[in-house]
């Protein structure tokens, strides 16, 4: 799978129409809705 084929897939799942829907933080994209979890948040048992 492609790098833009990827992007366009992840835009659908998440629900943005558009690439300029994206949040822009220190010169960088971010989906909205998906982030990581803090070691804190993360199931002790994985």
Not at 28 to 45: C, F, M, N, T, V
Request: no cysteine; proline share 7%.
């Amino acid at each position: 799978m492609s790098s833009r084929a990827f992007a366009a897939r992840t835009r659908e799942v998440v629900g943005l129409a558009s690439p300029k829907q994206m949040i822009l933080s220190n010169q960088r994209k971010h989906y909205p809705g998906i982030g990581l979890l803090a070691d804190q948040e993360r199931d002790p048992s994985t």
